[in-house]
């Protein structure tokens, strides 16, 4: 009961956040909702579906002149200030797929939602050096966590110049990042709120910013139907890349 108190002041400190409160409270009370006990379905959906990196570009019509991974050495240092923080936050996504696509598709303006460590933020801003291009990251305050100084602690110092950070919920995070392309954004990856209503707030804000032959990703999946159903009221196919056991969507606005 303590930490649920800490965690209402905690917000009630902040009033810019409060409509992020009250649609957690709506979810937390609500329970499981159909969409999420639907996850297991969802999950069989995805492994269906799954292919490797490079026929997932090629299905959403995405062509790699040269497969280049990220730097190992750039993951090792990463990994050295990470540890070198003494906090824990989320594990990294599928590096080799934010890299590959956008040095695949030359974005130049690149939006990415939830950053924890900045693992997704790094494999996007290796990319963007061929580019000169820029990344702006969303991200969640933590609250009563104490790690606020250290997200997106992987991304070298020497490329933040590139990188926006912006600490808002996905409530207004997303509409001042999409603001700061001028609402014009060459691809996106989503990996903030995985629940069903998260991503269907998240994902038309995020879709409507793509411009023509943008590329959309999503992490986690298969945590229920909001990629598939998106992707259906699109009218298009989405290409699948399993990730650790887990589940990434990839879609291209024609």
């Known amino acids: ?96 797929l934010i890299h590959r696509s956008v040095r695949a598709t030359e974005a130049r303006r690149v939006i990415e939602t939830g950053v924890a460590y900045g693992w997704s933020s790094l494999a996007a801003l290796a990319a963007l050096r061929d580019t000169d291009g820029r990344l702006v990251s969303v991200d969640m305050p933590y609250p009563k966590m104490g790690n606020e100084a250290f997200v997106g602690i992987v991304v070298p110092p020497e490329w933040r110049d ?44 995020l879709w409507r910013a793509l411009v023509p032959g943008g590329v959309f990703i999503s992490d986690d999946i298969q945590d229920n139907f909001g990629f598939r159903d998106f992707a259906a009221r699109l009218g298009l196919t989405p290409a699948v890349v399993e990730s650790g056991g887990k589940y990434v969507g990839l879609l291209r606005k024609p």
């Open 1 to 96: 009961m303590i930490e649920k108190l800490k965690t209402v002041a905690w917000f009630a400190r902040r009033p810019r956040f409060w409509p992020h409160m009250a649609a957690l409270t709506a979810q937390r009370l609500g329970g499981a909702t159909r969409h999420e006990a639907l996850k297991d379905a969802a999950a069989a959906w995805a492994a269906e579906r799954a292919v490797d990196i490079g026929r997932a570009l090629a299905a959403i019509g995405v062509a790699e002149r040269e497969q280049q991974l990220l730097d190992p050495a750039l993951i090792d240092a990463g990994e050295r200030r990470a540890l070198r923080s003494g906090v824990r936050m989320g594990g990294p996504g599928d590096l080799d």
């Open 162 to 205: 590139r990188w926006t950070l912006i600490r808002e919920p996905d409530r207004h995070g997303i509409r001042r990042a999409v603001a700061a392309f001028d609402g014009a954004v060459d691809l996106v990856h989503y990996d903030s709120d995985k629940t069903y209503a998260g991503r269907m707030y998240g994902y038309p804000l």
